[in-house]
C-alpha cells in the first residue's frame, strides 16, 4: 500500500514528512513555496494519518520503509527531506538506512534521542469524543478543549476531522493504535544510526525538544549537522513562523 501525498512543481525531488497526528495539508502553504523555488515537493500522509492506510503496525523502522516505497512506486532519488516531530524521526530512520537514498535532511524540532511519553492530555481529550452521538464540528471541539485550552493545538487537530458520511463526523487518523502504541512515537534512533550527509537541525525558541546539551547526542549520529534556532516559537515552528522556517529552508536546500 502507497501512502497518500499531494504533489506540486517540478525539478529535484523534496519529501515532506508532517508531525504525529498531523498530515500532508498542514504543509500546503510552504510546500507551495518550495515548489516555486524549482522543487517536485511530494507533502505525505504517514500510516495512520491523514488519508494514507490504517495499520496495527506503527513504528519508526516501517514508517520509514513506507517512505522508501512510496520512493520506489514514484521512481525518486537523490531526495531531501524535510521532517518535523515524528516525521524527523522517520527522516532520520530513512537517511540513516538508505543514505544513498538521501541528499539533504532537514530535521525540525526533534531529536534522535528516547522522549518519554507526553502527549496524555490530547489524547485524553480525543478520546472523550464520543462520535456514536453524532456531535458537530463545534462540539467536538468544546469537548476537547476541556482538555486541550490552547485553541492552535486544537485547531490543528481539528483538521483530522471529516465528514465521514453525511452526518457523522470522524478523525482521519488511527486512534485506537495510538492509544496502544503511542510510547512508539518516543523511541530513540539506534546508537549505530549514521548519516554522513548535509543536516540541518532547527528548533523552536520556546520549546525544549532540543536542547544545547543534545547537540553532541546529534552530531554522532550526524557529523555534518548544523544548528538553528527560530526564536520566540514552540514546537510548531513552521506553522508559527513560517516565512523564518522557509528562509531558513530555503537557504539550506
Same mark, same amino acid.
Given at each position: 500500500m502507497t501512502l497518500y501525498s499531494k504533489i506540486e512543481g517540478s525539478g529535484p525531488p523534496l519529501i515532506i514528512i508532517h508531525g504525529f497526528l498531523?498530515? %500532508? #495539508?498542514?504543509?500546503?502553504?510552504l510546500g507551495t513555496q518550495y515548489a516555486a523555488l524549482g522543487f517536485e515537493v *511530494?507533502?505525505? #500522509?504517514? !500510516?495512520n494519518h491523514g488519508r494514507s492506510f490504517h495499520s496495527d503496525e506503527f513504528n519508526y523502522p516501517v514508517m520509514a520503509q513506507d517512505v522508501l516505497d512510496y520512493c520506489s512506486v *514514484?521512481?525518486?532519488q537523490n531526495i531531501s527531506i524535510i521532517? *518535523? %516531530?515524528?516525521?524527523?524521526?522517520v527522516a532520520m530512520q530513512l537517511a540513516t538506512e538508505h543514505t544513498e537514498l538521501v541528499q539533504k535532511l532537514i530535521v525540525a524540532d526533534i531529536g534522535p534521542k528516547y522522549y518519554p511519553p507526553h502527549h496524555q492530555d490530547i489524547l485524553a481529550g480525543l478520546?472523550?469524543? #464520543?462520535?456514536?452521538?453524532? +456531535? %458537530? !464540528?463545534?462540539e467536538v471541539d468544546q469537548t476537547v478543549a476541556q482538555y486541550i485550552p490552547d485553541t492552535g493545538t486544537r485547531q490543528f487537530l481539528m483538521k483530522s476531522l471529516y465528514w465521514q458520511t453525511p452526518e457523522q463526523l470522524a478523525f482521519r487518523f488511527n486512534l485506537p493504535v495510538f492509544?496502544?502504541?503511542?510510547?512508539?512515537?518516543?523511541? &530513540?534512533? %539506534? &546508537?549505530?544510526a549514521h548519516f554522513d550527509g548535509p543536516t540541518l537541525f532547527i528548533n523552536g525558541g520556546n520549546s525544549k525538544y532540543i536542547l544545547l546539551e543534545d547537540h553532541s547526542g546529534i552530531l554522532h549520529h550526524f +557529523?555534518? &549537522?548544523?544548528?538553528?534556532?527560530? +526564536?520566540?516559537?514552540g514546537h510548531w515552528l513552521h506553522a508559527e513562523n513560517p516565512k523564518l522556517f522557509f528562509e531558513i529552508t530555503r537557504d539550506f536546500l
Open positions: 498531523g498530515m %500532508s #495539508d498542514n504543509w500546503k502553504t *511530494h507533502m505525505l #500522509d504517514l !500510516r *514514484h521512481q525518486l521532517g *518535523h %516531530s515524528m516525521g524527523g524521526k478520546n472523550a469524543v #464520543d462520535f456514536s452521538k453524532k +456531535p %458537530s !464540528r463545534t492509544n496502544q502504541q503511542i510510547e512508539k512515537v518516543g523511541t &530513540a534512533l %539506534s &546508537a549505530e +557529523p555534518k &549537522a548544523v544548528f538553528q534556532t527560530i +526564536p520566540n516559537v
